[in-house]
Nanobody, 112 residues
Framework: QVQLVESGGGLVQAGGSLRLSCAAS?????MGWYRQAPGNQRELVAI???????TYADSVKGRFTISRDNAKNTVYLQMNSLKPQDTAVYYC?????????WGQGTQVTVSS
């Protein structure tokens, strides 16, 4: 089992920045972030592998940056130039072998 603890969500004006953090209870392989807005399906935001390879959704490329600290089993999501359409619950994700784990979610609200 892996526990994921997220922090860093909140309310910000359009154009502002937020940084999300997610700490895992043990070392994991792939980590990342998904988000879900009301009425929408959960969607990929960004993923980072244990080798630091990254994948981003087209909608966040150039604005969001994912990084990880393997010594702390923590993944970060730096979100800049936020837009109202980024408003969603953001979920931390981790994979260990073939098992997927999810955080409880943190709300990000971007006001126009």
């Amino acid at each position: 089992q892996v526990q994921l603890v997220e922090s860093g969500g909140g309310l910000v004006q359009a154009g502002g920045s937020l940084r999300l953090s997610c700490a895992a209870s043990r070392s994991v392989n792939r980590m990342g972030w998904y988000r879900q807005a009301p009425g929408n399906q959960r969607e990929l935001v960004a993923i980072i592998t244990s080798g630091d390879a990254t994948t981003y959704a087209d909608s966040v490329k150039g604005r969001f940056t994912i990084s990880r600290d393997n010594a702390k089993n923590t993944v970060y999501l730096q979100m800049n130039s936020l837009k109202p359409q980024d408003t969603a619950v953001y979920y931390c994700y981790a994979r260990v072998l073939w098992a997927d784990y999810w955080g409880q979610g943190t709300q990000v609200t971007v006001s126009s």
